[in-house]
């Protein structure tokens, strides 16, 4: 049973072989041609938007760590109120104190 | 003396072929692999979509894809195989594209083609059509391509076993088919 599907598959196969061969080889190069300019393409297509997502990440990273980074150098000093001593003076007891 | 003469000679050869080899690009050296391929791949293509314009286009496709990828091939000899690979690769993705638009295939194809086939060809298309697309790809390589188990195995990339229960899935989903054609048909 299994050998008829073999000969029919055989002889369906050498039917579309036929057909198959008749085309040119100009029509083929030029798919081969096609297929490598647009993976070219594609690849450059892919590296470019690579290149723009890694910028935009890039650039908002700095807008983060700069500000941060300049607010580590000079930190803000905690505005208090100054403190006031009275009327300390050199000859009173607290002041010998500290 | 003769035999310094006939050092130097192939000592230029090889200088020459060294040269030669600078010269040809990446892009040279690619296109010739694929064009020693190009009629085996079109006709692989054709068997599948039986269709000048479609078979061209999945070997662009299969060719777009493959020179992406090229890098990730490790072994240059394995280059056909892979190749051969990613083109079924590729009529399978258009096969499924073409299920999804069955309805404006099958008017298309009904158009002029249906004529020109014969009933016994055109149950076998059909039969083809239904048969799991992991084991259509075995019986076009076994019996369009007449590659044997292990070469299947090579370009399908699974053990040979695997290649062989799914040859005789497929020929038995095959006969199945066929038979329930029959069966249809003439009772």
């Known amino acids: ?17 036929v057909e198959a061969e008749e085309i040119p080889d100009v029509k083929l190069d030029a798919a081969i041609r096609k297929g490598m300019q647009q993976g070219s393409h594609k690849r450059f297509s892919f590296r470019k938007r690579y290149a723009v997502v890694a910028l935009a990440v890039l650039a ?9 980074a300049h607010q580590m150098a000079n930190p803000v000093r905690a505005q208090l109120p100054p403190k006031s001593w009275g009327s300390l003076s050199y000859l009173d007891p607290l002041f010998l104190i500290i | 003396m003769r035999e310094s003469k006939g050092e130097d000679k192939t000592s230029m050869e090889h200088i020459i072929n060294d040269e030669m080899e600078i010269v040809a690009t990446d892009e040279d050296i690619f296109y010739e692999l694929v064009a020693e391929q190009k009629r085996k791949l079109y006709s692989i293509a054709y068997s599948y979509l039986r269709n000048e314009a479609d078979s061209l286009e999945v070997l662009q496709e299969a060719t777009c894809r493959a020179w992406i990828k090229r890098k990730s091939l490790k072994d240059s000899e394995r280059f056909a195989p892979w190749l051969t690979r990613i083109l079924i690769n590729c009529c399978n993705d258009e096969l499924k594209r073409r299920k999804r638009n069955a309805v404006t295939e099958a008017a298309r194809s009904d158009v002029g083609i249906m004529e020109m086939k014969s009933d016994r060809r055109l149950d076998m ?51 199945d088919r066929m038979k329930r054609k029959g069966d249809l048909f003439y009772g």
């Open chain 2, 125 to 175: 298309e059909q039969a083809l059509e239904g048969v799991k697309p992991k084991y259509r790809q075995v019986l076009v390589l076994k019996y369009y391509k007449d590659m044997t188990l292990a070469e299947i195995a090579e370009v399908l990339d699974k053990p040979e076993g695997t290649v062989k229960t799914w040859l005789n899935k497929g020929l038995k989903q095959l006969r």
């Open chain 1, 60 to 68: 908002i990273a700095l807008l983060i760590i700069v500000p941060w």
């Open chain 1, 1 to 17: 049973m299994a050998e008829s599907e073999e000969k029919l598959l055989n002889d369906y196969f050498q039917r579309i072989d």
